[in-house]
């Protein structure tokens, strides 16, 4: 067989020993982008599961990325990025309001207005903090730790009016649909013992009650009503409270709440979709991942964002410097 005459000619032979700096230069170079490359893919990664721990993404499920995700994170995915249309946002909120049994003093989007003055009785002047929550999701559990004692004394004293809105979006991740049950539970209580339903709500999400979402082992309803009445709720009522009264209320709730853009991300790996938890501060986004990303305070990054001093909080009288009206203000 005839030689390739290109591989042994001595010509090409020198021409491949030229210039060895530049050969080792080049080496050099394509070792450093690589490594550099490297570096911004862990860096990502470590950003995207830092934001994971915080964040549940929420709806649609695909039962072959569950089952990854599920060994990982223990979350489920909806793909927020596929168009929606006003036509089926609007068909999903009629479906909300066209349910017989619902509870009469939420608002149309699922949500229960507390104050010091009572359920649905708006204080005027101080900045309404609305929150999105399941009672499965982590991140949920991590945030109303940090937070509700804080937000508890804001609301006593007449600083805040929160706004709680109860969703079901990790039924896939419990064996009893927990989220459903929770949610329908937290809904009936607010309609009925509005008193007690932050402490109600404290308790679900307690370190050692809130179940795992990556290894759930079954609640029963026995257990929940003994929460509630731990909680101060009336044992008549919280024999009541687990009777899925508002079951089809959250179901349709929970297929709507994701399609409203205000509470999709507005940054970070899940920019484009809602994850829960979410917050709200006078309809303003509050965005978590911004806050997360500081490495600061949780409650500090919350009281700088509505305008009270540490000192003011649960103090009558001291109020937010947003108002009612004003938007968070920023982390510098």
């Not at 993404?57 to 990982?72: E, P, R």
């Not at 929940?224 to 731990?230: G, P």
Request: net charge positive.
């Amino acid at each position: 067989m005839a030689q390739n005459p290109k591989r042994n000619s001595p010509s090409n032979k020198a021409s491949s020993n030229r210039n060895p700096v530049r050969a080792t230069q080049n080496k050099n170079s394509r070792n450093g982008r690589r490594a550099a490359e490297e570096q911004a893919e862990r860096e990502q990664l470590a950003t995207i599961a830092k934001e994971r721990k915080q964040q549940t993404i929420i709806g649609i499920i695909v039962v072959a990325v569950v089952v990854a995700l599920v060994a990982i994170a223990g979350f489920s995915v909806w793909r927020a990025n596929r168009p929606v249309s006003e036509a089926t946002v609007q068909k999903s909120y009629d479906a909300v309001q066209s349910v017989k049994t619902k509870p009469a003093d939420a608002n149309s989007k699922g949500g229960f207005l507390i104050s010091k003055n009572g359920l649905n009785k708006k204080i005027a002047k101080v900045p309404t903090v609305e929150i999105y929550m399941d009672f499965l999701c982590p991140g949920c559990g991590s945030l109303n730790r940090s937070l509700d004692p804080t937000l508890t004394a804001m609301e006593q004293a007449g600083q805040i009016n929160l706004e709680i809105y109860p969703n079901a979006f990790l039924d896939s991740l419990s064996t009893d649909e927990y989220s459903t049950r929770t949610a329908s539970q937290v809904a009936y209580i607010a309609q009925n013992d509005p008193d007690h339903v932050l402490a109600f709500i404290a308790n679900l999400f307690a370190e050692d009650f809130q179940p795992s979402e990556s290894s759930y082992k079954a609640v029963s309803n026995a257990t929940l009503q003994k929460l509630a009445i731990k909680s101060g709720v009336p044992s008549a009522i919280a024999k009541k409270s687990t009777a899925g009264t508002y079951t089809s209320w959250i179901t349709k709730i929970s297929s709507y709440t994701p399609l409203r853009k205000e509470l999709w991300n507005v940054s970070g790996s899940n920019k484009g979709q809602m994850t829960t938890p979410t917050v709200r501060i006078n309809g303003n986004y509050w965005d978590l991942v911004t806050v997360e990303s500081a490495n600061s305070d949780l409650v500090s990054d919350f009281l700088k964002a509505v305008g009270l001093e540490e000192s003011e909080i649960g103090t009558s009288g001291k109020l937010p410097s947003i108002g009612s009206t004003g938007k968070p203000i920023a982390i510098s």
